[in-house]
């Protein structure tokens, strides 16, 4: 895992390297603003320190973390939209860019080799010569050069700040759902969905009291949490449970883990939760009773691979009491196909952060990587509910707000 981390990490150091040195040519030969050139350069040798930090620290063996978390974090937040959303697309102009002058530098030779020579443009050598001059005076290419070059840093700038105005909000998502089988006893009956909480450094402890105050005034018959509480290091489990203990509902809280879960210490994770007393439902059922008419709780443990997400969905409805209205908790929406084909009328999952990042609904990495991204998806006799998250692992989110979902159930 470690070495893993670590190679794809590198990756993006050589992403850094690449802009910063295309970007060191460009100012250069066009003669840009020094502000444009101290600006650029302060800005790629922060992101390239950064990723160096990250891969020492793994290579020394500190705890999986984020990385240098002793930054300030607005530093941390450009270090990642900047790794996340600005270098991929600057990657991309930068290769497309250099294909574009291969295919250009390939057409002038062909037409020198096999055209007529053309005699030389008359001023060009004078117009050469003169190029170099004007002393300290910017010129207007070098002023438009240099003001094309801000543009990764000054867009990186303004969608940080938009990220730490609006990190820590979420909405109250109310869902009213006709369920196929629903017992009579269960009219009504009530679900708070909180999901990847990812307790870490963009969840303040403000963000957790908020977190709790709504899910607690929801009160609702259960909560079940599905999955993701921390987000990189174990270190934040105290944290984590200390929250979840503190949510209310009738019949109380329950939960399942997720991927991030287990990125640094799975059985410390799994070990610190079942010694909390927290009902952690790992590949296990537990059934709780609503005014007579019972109702089990399904929850598979988090699987990377589809088979193994299909053998565990199979083995806790292996588990399935045929006098109870079963109620599927996985981590991974893509557990529906499985739960649908066992007969389990309704699964709650996460995982996906609706998208994250969507232009629009239906149009995001997200809908690339899932077939199941966010809200209710449906299938013969069976319903699934994806929730966007409560937390972020990311601190930007566009067109995919995080919530807290009430689920209230109803008879089809």
């Known amino acids: 895992m470690r070495i893993g981390f670590v190679a794809f990490i590198s990756l993006f150091l050589a992403a850094d390297a690449l802009c910063w040195f295309v970007s060191f040519r460009f100012l250069r030969r066009q003669r840009a603003m020094a502000l444009s050139q101290w600006i650029c350069h302060a800005f790629f040798a922060f992101q390239t320190l950064y990723v160096l930090l990250m891969v020492g620290s793994l290579v020394l063996g500190t705890p999986m973390r984020r990385g240098p978390e002793w930054l300030p974090t607005p530093l941390l937040a450009l270090a990642f939209v900047w790794h996340i959303v600005g270098l991929p697309f600057v990657c991309f102009g930068i290769l497309l860019t250099g294909m574009v002058r291969w295919v250009i530098a390939v057409g002038r030779w ?74 009579a006893g269960l009219q009504g ?17 403000a963000f957790l009291d908020h977190v709790t105050a709504a899910t607690n005034a929801l009160n609702a018959d259960v909560v079940l949490f599905t999955g993701d509480l921390i987000d990189l290091s174990v270190t934040a489990l105290p944290r984590g449970i200390e929250t979840a203990r503190r949510w209310r509902a009738r019949h109380g ?37 609503h005014g007579g008419t019972p109702v089990q709780l399904l929850g598979t443990a988090w699987a990377r691979g589809t088979q193994e997400m299909a053998q565990n969905v199979q083995h806790v409805a292996s588990l399935r009491d045929g006098g109870a209205f079963p109620i599927l908790l996985a981590h991974h929406p893509h557990s529906f196909d499985t739960a649908a084909a066992a007969g389990l009328p309704l699964t709650l999952s996460g995982h996906t952060h609706g998208g994250q990042l969507a232009l629009m609904h239906g149009l995001s990495v ?22 966007n998250g409560t937390g972020n692992w990311f601190p930007l989110r566009i067109n995919a707000p995080a919530e807290i979902i009430e689920i209230e159930l109803a008879r089809a």
Do not use: C
């Not at 105005?165 to 909405?171: I, L, Q």
């Open 253 to 289: 809280m329950f939960m399942i883990e997720g991927n991030h879960d287990l990125i640094d210490d799975p059985q410390g994770f799994r070990n610190g939760i079942r010694a909390s007393g927290l009902h952690f439902l790992h590949n296990s059922t537990f059934t709780i009773d």
């Open 366 to 387: 997200g809908n690339l990587m899932y077939k199941y991204v966010s809200g209710i998806y449906q299938k013969p006799g069976a319903t699934l509910v994806v929730s």
């Open 189 to 205: 009956f009530r679900i708070a969905q909180v999901s990847d909480l990812h307790v870490g450094h963009w969840a303040t402890d």
């Open 110 to 183: 062909i037409w020198r080799r096999f055209a007529r020579p053309v005699a030389a443009e008359p001023g060009r050598t004078e117009a050469a010569a003169g190029e170099g001059q004007g002393g300290a005076v910017v010129s207007r290419r070098g002023f438009l050069a240099g003001s094309l070059a801000m543009i990764p840093p000054v867009l990186a700038a303004g969608a940080t700040g938009y990220a730490l105005a609006t990190n820590g909000h979420f909405r109250i998502r109310q869902i009213r759902l006709a369920v196929t089988g629903l017992p």
